[in-house]
Protein backbone atom coordinates (compact mmCIF):
# COMPACT_ATOMS: atom_id res chain seq x y z
CA UNK A 1 0.00 0.00 0.00
CA UNK A 2 1.60 3.28 -1.20
CA UNK A 3 1.54 6.05 1.41
CA UNK A 4 1.55 9.70 0.35
CA UNK A 5 2.92 12.03 2.85
CA UNK A 6 2.34 16.69 1.62
CA UNK A 7 4.68 18.91 2.85
CA UNK A 8 5.86 22.89 2.45
CA UNK A 9 2.37 24.16 3.46
CA UNK A 10 2.07 27.68 5.44
CA UNK A 11 1.30 31.09 5.86
CA UNK A 12 2.16 33.61 3.06
CA UNK A 13 1.25 37.22 1.90
CA UNK A 14 -0.63 37.45 -1.02
CA UNK A 15 1.18 37.83 -4.23
CA UNK A 16 4.21 35.07 -2.48
CA UNK A 17 5.13 31.38 -3.37
CA UNK A 18 4.70 28.45 -1.62
CA UNK A 19 6.15 25.09 -3.01
CA UNK A 20 4.02 21.61 -1.98
CA UNK A 21 5.79 18.48 -2.40
CA UNK A 22 4.29 15.09 -2.40
CA UNK A 23 6.15 12.23 -1.59
CA UNK A 24 5.70 8.98 -1.65
CA UNK A 25 6.30 5.33 0.42
CA UNK A 26 7.49 3.07 -2.56
CA UNK A 27 9.65 3.46 -5.61
CA UNK A 28 6.54 1.86 -7.51
CA UNK A 29 5.25 5.58 -7.37
CA UNK A 30 6.99 6.17 -10.95
CA UNK A 31 3.86 4.36 -12.58
CA UNK A 32 1.80 6.51 -11.08
CA UNK A 33 -0.55 9.50 -11.80
CA UNK A 34 -0.95 12.16 -9.16
CA UNK A 35 -3.69 14.82 -8.69
CA UNK A 36 -3.74 17.44 -6.35
CA UNK A 37 -6.73 19.06 -4.81
CA UNK A 38 -7.76 21.24 -1.96
CA UNK A 39 -10.45 21.68 0.45
CA UNK A 40 -11.92 24.67 2.50
CA UNK A 41 -13.83 24.36 5.33
CA UNK A 42 -17.71 23.30 4.51
CA UNK A 43 -16.67 23.23 1.34
CA UNK A 44 -16.17 20.20 -1.53
CA UNK A 45 -12.82 18.77 -2.58
CA UNK A 46 -11.70 20.51 -5.43
CA UNK A 47 -9.57 19.64 -8.41
CA UNK A 48 -6.34 21.75 -8.49
CA UNK A 49 -4.09 19.91 -11.06
CA UNK A 50 -2.37 16.54 -12.21
CA UNK A 51 0.49 15.04 -14.17
CA UNK A 52 1.18 11.70 -15.65
CA UNK A 53 3.05 9.12 -14.31
CA UNK A 54 5.81 10.02 -16.73
CA UNK A 55 6.14 13.94 -15.69
CA UNK A 56 5.08 14.51 -19.61
CA UNK A 57 1.49 15.50 -19.49
CA UNK A 58 -0.32 18.19 -16.99
CA UNK A 59 -4.16 19.94 -16.51
CA UNK A 60 -4.66 22.35 -14.66
CA UNK A 61 -7.93 24.16 -13.48
CA UNK A 62 -8.90 27.28 -14.56
CA UNK A 63 -8.59 28.77 -10.99
CA UNK A 64 -4.87 28.44 -11.33
CA UNK A 65 -3.67 27.66 -14.63
CA UNK A 66 -0.90 30.15 -15.39
CA UNK A 67 0.05 30.44 -11.40
CA UNK A 68 0.69 26.81 -10.38
CA UNK A 69 2.69 24.32 -12.29
CA UNK A 70 3.01 20.64 -10.98
CA UNK A 71 5.64 18.19 -12.18
CA UNK A 72 7.04 14.70 -11.30
CA UNK A 73 10.47 13.20 -9.87
CA UNK A 74 10.75 9.82 -10.42
CA UNK A 75 13.91 9.31 -9.29
CA UNK A 76 13.06 10.94 -5.47
CA UNK A 77 9.36 9.17 -5.89
CA UNK A 78 8.27 12.70 -5.54
CA UNK A 79 5.67 15.09 -7.07
CA UNK A 80 6.01 19.16 -6.49
CA UNK A 81 3.37 21.74 -6.90
CA UNK A 82 4.68 25.08 -7.43
CA UNK A 83 2.67 27.77 -6.64
CA UNK A 84 3.39 31.71 -7.30
CA UNK A 85 1.07 34.71 -7.22
CA UNK A 86 -0.98 32.90 -4.36
CA UNK A 87 -4.11 34.89 -3.68
CA UNK A 88 -6.03 34.76 -0.18
CA UNK A 89 -8.90 32.27 -1.97
CA UNK A 90 -6.19 29.83 -2.87
CA UNK A 91 -6.21 29.13 1.15
CA UNK A 92 -7.32 25.39 1.80
CA UNK A 93 -6.18 22.12 2.84
CA UNK A 94 -4.13 20.90 -0.15
CA UNK A 95 -3.54 17.15 -0.69
CA UNK A 96 -2.28 14.64 -3.21
CA UNK A 97 -3.73 11.67 -4.57
CA UNK A 98 -2.27 8.96 -6.39
CA UNK A 99 -3.76 6.24 -8.64
CA UNK A 100 -1.77 3.69 -11.17
CA UNK A 101 -3.99 4.22 -13.86
CA UNK A 102 -4.45 7.87 -13.60
CA UNK A 103 -4.19 10.23 -16.96
CA UNK A 104 -4.51 13.94 -16.14
CA UNK A 105 -7.31 14.72 -17.93
CA UNK A 106 -9.54 12.03 -16.05
CA UNK A 107 -7.82 13.22 -12.60
CA UNK A 108 -9.79 16.38 -13.61
CA UNK A 109 -12.90 14.92 -14.05
CA UNK A 110 -13.37 13.07 -11.02
CA UNK A 111 -11.79 9.98 -11.45
CA UNK A 112 -11.52 7.90 -8.31
CA UNK A 113 -7.95 7.89 -6.64
CA UNK A 114 -6.52 5.03 -4.84
CA UNK A 115 -4.46 6.63 -2.69
CA UNK A 116 -4.15 9.79 -0.53
CA UNK A 117 -1.88 11.87 1.56
CA UNK A 118 -3.63 13.96 4.85
CA UNK A 119 -2.61 16.88 3.27
CA UNK A 120 -0.77 20.44 4.44
CA UNK A 121 -2.03 23.34 5.13
CA UNK A 122 -1.77 26.72 2.84
CA UNK A 123 -2.91 30.22 4.53
CA UNK A 124 -2.53 33.22 2.15
CA UNK A 125 -3.00 36.56 3.75
CA UNK A 126 -4.04 39.37 2.44
Known amino acids: QIQLAESGGGLVQAGGSLRLSCTAS????????VGWFRQRPGEEREFVAS????????YYSDSVKGRFTTFKDNAKNAVYLEMNNLKPEDTAVYLC???????????????????WGKGTQVTVSS
Open 51 to 58: VSWSGNST
Open 97 to 115: AADATAHPVAVARGKTMDH
Open 26 to 33: EHTFSRYG
